[in-house]
């Protein structure tokens, strides 16, 4: 399994909007509606914040919104506040009871 | 409150072994199925192994099978995962995280560190 591909950064300013693509392909991505995606801070465990391509669980502002489509799947943040800078990664169900995830972006506050 | 706490990570040299336990709270940990997923310094995420809530369906990522062993012990709440023949390459930060909302892991521990070296 190949990670899925993720751009290493993205930055915004304050109240900006941002968007991290995530591309695989279509044996994971494209095959299943089963994208999830992670924020990490520096030290601490990931967090779900989007599962099932655009479902948020609990407690997750609204903010944060996802999107598919064909392989690729999208992490889109709203109003950045400087508290979202963090890294962000993508995950996908791969069939098989086999996950695959993307290899991380750093998502900057500037 | 849902909770994960890692044990068993330490320094170990290569060819070694080494396990990593999970002590599960919270939750009804008879009911989930459970991950590992490792991370190596300064890198990504990577999935290592699944386990269903009874044990049934065991899993591997292709780099590890053969090498880790995941199980599980439901009266005890707990995690395990017996990593052998251990390398360089497994140096990680491991996490056990709970299975939740269809095919994601929405409850993580804070992850222990293996750290493989002569």
């Known amino acids: 399994q190949s990670a899925l591909t993720q751009p290493r950064s993205v930055s915004g300013s304050p109240g900006q909007s941002v968007t991290i693509s995530c591309t695989g392909t279509s044996s994971d991505v494209g095959g299943y509606n089963y994208v999830s995606w992670y924020q990490q801070h520096p030290g601490k465990a990931p967090k779900l914040m989007i599962y099932?391509?655009?479902k948020r669980p609990s407690g997750v502002p609204d903010r944060f919104s996802g999107s598919k489509s064909g392989n690729t799947a999208s992490l889109t943040i709203s109003g950045l506040p400087a508290e979202d800078e963090a890294d962000y990664y993508c995950?996908?169900?791969?069939?098989?009871?086999?996950?695959?995830f993307g290899g991380g972006t750093k998502l900057a506050v500037l | 409150e849902v909770q994960l706490v890692e044990s068993g990570g330490g320094l170990v040299k290569p060819g070694e072994s080494l396990r990593l336990s999970c002590a599960a709270s919270g939750f009804t940990f008879s009911g989930y199925s459970m991950n590992w997923v490792r991370q190596a310094p300064g890198k990504g995420l990577e999935w290592v192994s699944s386990?269903?809530?009874?044990?049934?369906?065991?899993y591997y990522a292709d780099s590890v099978k053969g090498r880790f062993t995941i199980s599980r012990d439901n009266a005890k709440n707990s995690l395990y995962l017996q990593i052998n023949s251990l390398r360089a390459e497994d140096t990680a930060v491991y996490y056990c995280a709970r299975e939740g909302y269809d095919y994601s892991f929405d409850h993580w521990g804070q992850g222990t560190l293996v750290t493989v070296s002569s």
């Open positions: 386990i269903s809530s009874s044990s049934s369906h065991i």
């Open positions: 099932d391509v655009s």
């Open positions: 995950c996908s169900y791969a069939g098989s009871y086999t996950w695959v």
